[in-house]
């Protein structure tokens, strides 16, 4: 099996090793225009000096209305696409893959920030405050948030024009990766979900009609950016008796593989309140399923914070990669430091930091 500092190839494109960064909201946009910001370019700029292969950026709206909070990134105008071209070109210049993932928030949009003043918002966000209406499968709610307007055909069409011009502009404004975000109970989720998509249409009913959608949109990213890598984060779980279910997903993950995909992320919940038994490596066994079933290239999430735990994962095959988000964000510089525990010899260690080594 390779090892966690052995090279990846992912449809052409070499990554130097084995750890990538998960896309983590930041809710740090300029003003409400979804521009990214220098603090964008710190945060992921210091991720990809620290020796990540893949630095991907987070849940980038594709429309206005696909942000789930007022303070996310977007990339649905050339204005956005020109503020991440500096961020996308510097972590290039660290020798790690800039990515963007491209999201649709659905019924799960116009929400608060998690932080900022006053700390006790909850719900979503008055349209006399800024909301906006919210768009889903089908007119059911998340619980505490409003009810959302089922798209219609016209309106499905849009959204999957809309998932393809914004990969347009992420190839334009340099990103070497593109990720659709299809978990954690945003709009492609809700879609491949039962418990969310009360459709009678082509949409709805069977898996093959609740993955139209997806598929569509993962073709048509597919032809806009060309022979970059193309990911697909999924929930493998809605951690629900009737909901979405890892078999389920794997037979997805095939069908967005002949459609174009070539990596999947794989996570767990968020389309439905549950009650999860979170604890290190809780999700590892999701995607070790998914590889199992399809034999396709996955990566693992999931309070994955050991350089040990993380060299395991690799080693054992349940994942060709671990996708680290809060660890990350204690420690951008993880996988130097992994490399250091490990006793791995790696030769990009920023000349900057050469004094910092572990002795």
Partial sequence: MPGLFDPIEVRGTRL???IFTAPMCQYSAMGRDGIPTSWHLVHLGSIAAGGSSLVVAEATAVTPEGRISDRDTGIWNDEQADAWRPIAEFVASQGAVPGIQLAHAGRKGSTWAPWGEPEDRQGSIPAELGGWPT???SGVPYEGLAVPHALDLEGIDRIVDAFTQAARRAVAAGFGMVEIHAAHGYLLHEFLSPVSNLRTDAYGGSLENRARLLLRVVASVREAIGDLPLFVRFSASDWAPTGWNVDACATVARWCADAGADLFDISSGGNVPA?????PG???????RIKELTGLPVSAVGIITESQQASEVVA????????LAR????DPHFPLRAAHELGVDIDYWPGQYLRARWR
Avoid at 282 to 288: D, I, K, M, S, T
């Fill in 16 to 18: 130097r090793n084995r």
């Fill in 135 to 137: 768009l889903a499968p």
């Fill in 275 to 279: 009650s999860i038994p979170v604890r």
């Fill in 282 to 288: 809780y999700q590892v066994p999701f995607a070790a």
């Fill in 316 to 323: 054992s095959g349940h994942a060709d990669a671990v996708s």
């Fill in 327 to 330: 660890e990350l964000l204690r």
